[in-house]
């Protein structure tokens, strides 16, 4: 999987019925760190394939997964507030607000 160059490749590589190297042999790479990697690629054709062989072969893949995700989600979410000008380019603090906020 971790020599794969495309989504489709690495899909391929979890939907043969070989095991991939990775799950037959776990000095070949931590299936874990893979998974977490297809994700944050945006590679969800090839994740959910390795979701899907997990759960034939009685993996649990939660944590990374849902680690991924909500790092993702989390870079998404901050892609789109830089869409709003005023998050971009905040508007200066008046210094009277500045002086009223001191914490002395």
Not at 21 to 44: T, Y
Not at 64 to 90: H, I, T
Not at 91 to 96: G, L, V, Y
């Amino acid at each position: 999987v971790r020599s794969c160059t495309s989504d489709i490749a690495a899909e391929a590589a979890f939907l043969t019925d070989a095991p991939p190297a990775i799950l037959a042999d776990p000095r070949d790479g931590d299936i874990l760190a893979e998974v977490e990697q297809l994700v944050r690629r945006g590679w969800w054709r090839a994740a959910r394939a390795a979701v899907t062989r997990s759960h034939r072969e009685r993996m649990d893949l939660t944590a990374p997964v849902r680690r991924a995700v909500a790092d993702v989600k989390q870079s998404a979410e901050e892609l789109s507030r830089w869409l709003d000008p005023n998050y971009a380019n905040p508007q200066p603090t008046p210094m009277a607000l500045r002086w009223a906020q001191n914490s002395s």
